[in-house]
């Protein structure tokens, strides 16, 4: 089982306290560092200084690390052009010497795109189409071989002679991550399109019903590439029960909720419940970390959780 650091920087955090946590989760051993792709706050925090946007901020931590994966959990469809948004992660994943890992969803927070002047189709089926589509334009410029063109006629976008540069230094393309638990769609397209199923903030019981969705659809489609599944969990670790309350206080949520809902408690307790997701099939799990000032959390996590599961 493997740990990745997971943060919320549109709840408030400026670049260098991103970089800061990356840095602690790549000293510290950690797998990866993720962040999501919000332009707004979301409850009851000032979200000051303000929200940063994913892949600039992805692009100079790329060149701030050296080991740690980098990855978004998940890019939205509804905020990018499909062209663009395939030039940009490839730029990033060369200034990372290809550690990119693309998380991709199709966007759902109408408020922030009306703060900021974003189209969204209130359509849950056209914004789905419209994901459908990017994720094929994206995944086949990357595919392109260098030399060639890239067409494409859908319903949302049409591309014509692209020369479909440039290419990611992974190849043949980073990994693409898919994830939610809709039950028809989104295991189509996971099989169709994923290297990475992620099944975010879900009970354990709920994250093994979409693990299966997605293995028949994975044995339907006749795959035979291996497909890696994972979760996404907040955490919240003390030494003892002082500390768990601590820390809980201070990301505005109780401790027995978190315990329902999450991974909290001491590490003992932690690494049981991380147990439970590992015996459904997941390989990778991402700890949503809200409290970006206590680095003390990443350690204890890495010495008294992760080092178990090793």
């Not at 709840?11 to 962040?35: C, I, N, P, S, W």
Request: aromatic share 8%; proline share 6%.
């Amino acid at each position: 089982m493997r740990l990745r650091i997971f943060i919320e920087p549109q709840q408030g955090a400026t670049y260098e306290t991103q970089l800061a946590v990356a840095k602690a989760a790549e000293d510290l051993g950690f797998d990866a560092f993720f962040r999501s792709d919000h332009y707004l706050k979301m409850g009851d925090v000032d979200g000051l200084p303000g929200p940063t946007d994913a892949w600039v901020t992805l692009a100079g931590l790329a060149r701030e690390t050296s080991r740690i994966r980098l990855g978004t959990l998940m890019t939205a469809a509804t905020f990018r052009h499909p062209g663009p948004l395939a030039i940009a992660v490839a730029q990033v994943d060369r200034m990372s010497g290809g550690r990119v890992e693309f998380g991709f969803g199709a966007g759902w927070f109408e408020d922030e795109h009306t703060a900021y002047g974003i189209p969204f189709p209130t359509s849950g089926r056209e914004r789905f189409e419209r994901y459908e589509e990017q994720l094929d334009i994206i995944t086949g410029l990357w595919a392109t071989p260098v030399g060639e063109t890239f067409r494409y006629e859908g319903r949302h976008y049409r591309l014509t002679d692209s020369p479909a540069l440039p290419k990611p230094q992974q190849a043949p393309r980073p990994p693409v991550l898919i994830g939610g638990t809709g039950k028809v769609r989104t295991p189509r397209l996971a099989a169709a399109h994923a290297d990475e199923y992620n099944v975010p903030f879900n009970s354990p019981e709920d994250t093994g019903a979409a693990f299966e969705r997605v293995r028949a659809a994975v044995e339907a489609a006749g795959r035979t590439e291996p497909m890696v599944y994972s979760a996404a969990q907040v955490v919240c670790c003390g030494r003892d029960e002082a500390e768990v309350n601590r820390r809980a206080a201070a990301i505005g949520r109780a401790p027995e909720e978190l315990r329902r809902n999450g991974l909290a408690g001491s590490p003992a307790e932690i690494v049981e419940k991380i147990g439970r997701f590992k015996e459904l099939g997941a390989e990778r799990l991402y700890l949503q970390v809200l409290d970006l000032s206590d680095l003390d959390h990443l350690e204890l996590l890495a010495a008294q959780v992760y080092r178990q599961l090793q």
